[in-house]
């Protein structure tokens, strides 16, 4: 089974300062996603990458910067955390549209 | 109007009932969906890809209305464990990501 795993599951930051959020599938995907997902707002999709050091933007990157300097990890950059932030932040890979495989999450609370 | 669509619910039913969401969708190049499912507290999961000509797996049936743009799951006879979130998903334009639903929460009672 492929597995995508998430550094921490739960991170409390406090507003301005830089947060990291890593990510580390182990099925050689290509395509890797991050998405926030809050309370009657769903599932949004800040970046995506489908190659090594390549990235698109989703819908909500402001914000938001990554990394992706190796095949199975994907890094979500908060540049300076702020509460507006605060969420539930879903990693993702997949190596075509069918098999998109989540990572359990991290719940990041900016204060 | 949003890319993807779905009532939120809750749907309340029974141990045994059928129940049926719907969700709508806004590009009508759009070519692949999906329903995925998502427990609380949990990561969502894929539950079955979506096909033109309708796919069926166990109590579930998942159809694709492309002259509506609608895409429907049906559970039969339901089961306590089928409580959760049930999200419609959409290829986006760049073949690459997915655009989900804000999803439709099913609870089963005893």
């Known amino acids: 089974d492929v597995k995508v795993t998430q550094s921490s599951r739960y991170l409390v930051k406090r507003t301005g300062e830089k947060v990291f959020l890593e990510c580390v599938q182990d099925?050689?995907?290509?395509?890797m996603f991050w998405y926030r997902q809050d309370p009657g707002l769903g599932l949004r999709l800040i970046y995506f990458?489908?190659?090594?050091?390549?990235?698109e933007k989703g819908d909500i990157p402001e914000g938001y910067s990554v990394s992706r300097e190796k095949k199975e990890r994907f890094s979500l950059i908060l540049e300076s955390a702020s509460t507006n932030q605060t969420s539930m932040y879903l990693c993702?890979?997949?190596?075509?549209?069918?098999?998109?495989?989540f990572g359990s999450g991290t719940r990041l609370t900016v204060v | 109007r949003k890319e993807v669509e779905q009532d939120p619910g809750p749907f309340n039913v029974p141990e045994g009932a059928t129940v049926a969401f719907n969700c709508t969708y806004s590009?009508?190049?759009?070519?692949?969906f999906f329903w995925y499912r998502q427990d609380c507290r949990k990561e969502p999961k894929l539950l079955m890809s979506?096909?033109?000509s309708g796919n069926e797996d166990g109590r579930f049936t998942a159809q694709l209305n492309r002259a509506s743009q609608y895409i429907s799951l049906l559970i039969r006879d339901s089961k306590l464990s089928d409580s959760a979130t049930y999200l419609c998903v959409v290829v986006s334009n760049s073949g690459y990501a997915l655009n989900f639903g804000k999803g439709t929460s099913l609870l089963v009672t005893p």
């Open positions: 979506v096909y033109s």
């Open positions: 099925m050689d995907h290509e395509n």
């Open positions: 990458s489908y190659d090594v050091k390549m990235k």
């Open positions: 993702a890979s997949s190596l075509t549209s069918d098999g998109y495989t």
């Open positions: 590009n009508s190049a759009s070519q692949s």
